[in-house]
């Protein structure tokens, strides 16, 4: 019985050389073996010249990383179990005890709250910018600025910031710009160069949203340009522990081609839905970077008018005459789209938000009355979601 048992674990398996297929292999390890004592103590893992150790890198990771550096412009790509340990695995690698990191108002809410309570621990500090005012940013640099969060649209509330702008500031000032760019995707607009000469350091997308697709896995990245700001990215990735799993590297190898077309598909039905929302009375104001009188719709044209890209994302504030608990009413009644968080998938969702717990009270910049709901377009037919809508709407009368 014995024989069998290790022959069975020791079995000759030599990867396949000469198999092309349009998809690479998968390849899954903890443990990665090497040959003899030395080349154990010879590779180095920082370098892609080979490999250590499942948590930093297989084949099948270094290929992700190559495509999701290429989909941003960028040089060097690093993957996290999800978008908010990207953030993390920057803030950790870039702030340290005294250091001050600058967010704005509107960004992802648990970005705020990794620094109001993690970083705070630490001893490191934050303030929330208004992101739609660049003086404000510029005012609040100080010496023991380090990082500095942009994020475009904001998270919500869909203002479209002036990019260059931020990230001319921040350049400036000799501090290290990260850009939340799960919005654009590496689709709207290239983070590492604007056009103008501006970009922002690092770019970190939620690759649970669109690369995904498919509302089915959690995974982040961090790409960047510059070699030492990898290093120091991947050092903190190493010692935290931030690995990906081979099965969720294989499915976004798998989503990736369809990307660009389910992204414009995504953006298509929401401009159709948007533009059919802000019409109706029950609408006092619609969110939506591509629709002039939308705030920063200008910076939007500006930065992502060439590409006409804008994802599938907008936000609705309703008539003050409803109250938060009608238009709660009115997201039961919907049957298409679901409760829930995140987008990006094939399913529709919505999500009610009391906007002004979510905002600093010191910079006051949100004054709007009424309730506002989130919509994530999926990629059901359009006119069943308008129905959808319609059907719903009919709840507020
Ligand atoms: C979803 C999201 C994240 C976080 O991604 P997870 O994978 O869910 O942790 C970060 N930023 C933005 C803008 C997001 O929408």
Redesign the pocket.
Known sequence: MSKPVTDLIHHAYVPPAGFAAPQPGVFKASTVIFPNVAALRARNWKNKDGYTYGLHGTPTTFTLEERIATLEGGKHCSLAP??????ANVAMALLKTGDEVLIPDNA?G??KALADVELRAWGITHQIYDPMNPADLQARIGPNTKLVWL?APG?VTMEFPDLPELARICRAAGVTSAL?N??GAGLAFCAFDFGDGSGVDLS?H????YPSGGGDV???SIVTRDDALHLKIKLTHMRVGFGIGANDAEALLRSLPSLALRYRAHDVAARELAQWLQSRPEVAQLLHPAFDGSPGHRHWRALCGQQDAAAGLFSVIFQERYTPAQVDAFCDALTLFKLG???GGPVSLVVPYEVPAMRSARLGSWTQKGTLVRFSVGLEAVEDLRADLERALAVLQ
Request: charged residues 10%; glycine residues 8%; negative net charge.
């Open positions: 999800s978008g908010l340990a990207a953030i992802y648990p970005n994020e998270s939340d799960t919005w970190v939620a690759l649970t949203k959690l995974m982040g968080y995140s987008w």
